[in-house]
Protein backbone atom coordinates (compact mmCIF):
# COMPACT_ATOMS: atom_id res chain seq x y z
CA UNK A 1 0.00 0.00 0.00
CA UNK A 2 1.13 3.53 -1.17
CA UNK A 3 1.35 6.07 1.64
CA UNK A 4 2.80 9.68 1.59
CA UNK A 5 3.13 10.93 5.06
CA UNK A 6 3.10 15.02 5.83
CA UNK A 7 4.36 17.46 8.60
CA UNK A 8 5.43 20.27 9.62
CA UNK A 9 2.26 22.12 8.77
CA UNK A 10 1.65 25.16 11.28
CA UNK A 11 1.05 29.07 11.68
CA UNK A 12 3.71 31.44 11.53
CA UNK A 13 4.40 34.69 11.48
CA UNK A 14 4.92 36.86 8.20
CA UNK A 15 8.74 36.44 7.30
CA UNK A 16 9.21 33.05 9.15
CA UNK A 17 10.54 29.70 8.57
CA UNK A 18 8.89 26.06 8.25
CA UNK A 19 9.97 23.12 6.78
CA UNK A 20 7.39 20.38 5.68
CA UNK A 21 8.25 16.77 4.87
CA UNK A 22 7.27 13.75 3.44
CA UNK A 23 7.88 10.70 4.27
CA UNK A 24 6.52 7.68 1.33
CA UNK A 25 6.20 3.91 1.78
CA UNK A 26 5.25 1.48 -0.69
CA UNK A 27 7.34 2.56 -3.75
CA UNK A 28 10.41 2.74 -5.16
CA UNK A 29 10.92 6.45 -3.92
CA UNK A 30 14.01 6.83 -6.09
CA UNK A 31 12.15 6.46 -9.06
CA UNK A 32 9.30 9.10 -8.78
CA UNK A 33 9.23 12.57 -9.42
CA UNK A 34 8.67 13.97 -5.95
CA UNK A 35 6.90 17.89 -4.67
CA UNK A 36 4.90 19.85 -3.31
CA UNK A 37 1.41 21.15 -4.70
CA UNK A 38 -0.51 23.80 -2.62
CA UNK A 39 -4.12 25.19 -3.09
CA UNK A 40 -4.49 28.72 -1.34
CA UNK A 41 -8.42 29.05 -0.60
CA UNK A 42 -10.58 30.31 -3.42
CA UNK A 43 -8.22 28.90 -6.09
CA UNK A 44 -6.68 25.94 -7.94
CA UNK A 45 -4.10 23.80 -6.90
CA UNK A 46 -0.51 24.64 -8.09
CA UNK A 47 2.71 22.94 -8.30
CA UNK A 48 4.84 24.82 -5.82
CA UNK A 49 8.33 22.93 -6.51
CA UNK A 50 9.65 19.66 -7.70
CA UNK A 51 12.75 17.45 -8.35
CA UNK A 52 12.77 14.70 -10.36
CA UNK A 53 14.21 11.02 -9.61
CA UNK A 54 17.81 12.80 -11.22
CA UNK A 55 17.41 16.08 -9.13
CA UNK A 56 16.14 18.36 -11.48
CA UNK A 57 14.17 21.15 -9.86
CA UNK A 58 11.29 22.69 -10.49
CA UNK A 59 9.60 25.97 -8.24
CA UNK A 60 6.54 27.95 -8.81
CA UNK A 61 7.74 31.54 -9.31
CA UNK A 62 6.26 32.91 -6.58
CA UNK A 63 8.19 30.77 -4.50
CA UNK A 64 11.99 30.82 -6.16
CA UNK A 65 14.34 31.92 -3.83
CA UNK A 66 12.22 31.63 -0.82
CA UNK A 67 11.43 27.59 -0.83
CA UNK A 68 14.05 24.87 -0.98
CA UNK A 69 13.19 21.14 -2.34
CA UNK A 70 15.16 18.67 -1.09
CA UNK A 71 15.17 14.59 -0.74
CA UNK A 72 16.82 11.74 0.78
CA UNK A 73 15.92 8.63 -1.47
CA UNK A 74 17.75 6.60 1.63
CA UNK A 75 14.89 7.38 4.30
CA UNK A 76 11.97 8.23 1.40
CA UNK A 77 11.40 11.72 2.35
CA UNK A 78 11.08 15.04 0.41
CA UNK A 79 11.55 18.21 2.34
CA UNK A 80 10.83 22.07 1.43
CA UNK A 81 12.47 24.34 3.39
CA UNK A 82 10.00 27.44 3.28
CA UNK A 83 11.98 30.55 4.55
CA UNK A 84 10.41 34.52 3.70
CA UNK A 85 6.61 33.39 4.75
CA UNK A 86 4.67 35.92 2.99
CA UNK A 87 0.51 35.46 4.08
CA UNK A 88 -0.26 35.10 0.02
CA UNK A 89 2.08 31.28 1.06
CA UNK A 90 -1.12 30.15 3.36
CA UNK A 91 -2.77 27.30 1.62
CA UNK A 92 -3.03 23.76 2.22
CA UNK A 93 0.00 21.72 0.96
CA UNK A 94 0.11 18.21 -0.53
CA UNK A 95 3.00 16.07 -0.85
CA UNK A 96 2.94 14.37 -4.12
CA UNK A 97 4.59 11.71 -6.56
CA UNK A 98 4.62 10.45 -9.64
CA UNK A 99 5.57 8.46 -12.34
CA UNK A 100 4.80 8.16 -16.27
CA UNK A 101 2.15 5.41 -15.37
CA UNK A 102 1.59 6.02 -11.47
CA UNK A 103 1.02 9.54 -9.25
CA UNK A 104 0.49 9.86 -5.14
CA UNK A 105 -0.89 12.70 -3.29
CA UNK A 106 -0.13 13.05 0.38
CA UNK A 107 -3.91 14.02 2.38
CA UNK A 108 -2.32 17.83 3.05
CA UNK A 109 -1.25 19.60 5.48
CA UNK A 110 -2.18 23.40 6.10
CA UNK A 111 0.02 26.71 6.20
CA UNK A 112 -1.15 29.79 7.75
CA UNK A 113 1.05 32.42 7.51
CA UNK A 114 -0.86 35.40 9.62
CA UNK A 115 -0.12 38.05 12.53
Known amino acids: QVRLSESGGGLVQPGGSLRLSCAAS????????VGWYRRAPGKERELAASMTSSGTTNYADSVKGRFTLSRDNAKKTVYLQMDSLKPEDTAIYYCNARTAWNIYWGQGTQITVSS
Open 26 to 33: GIVFSAYT
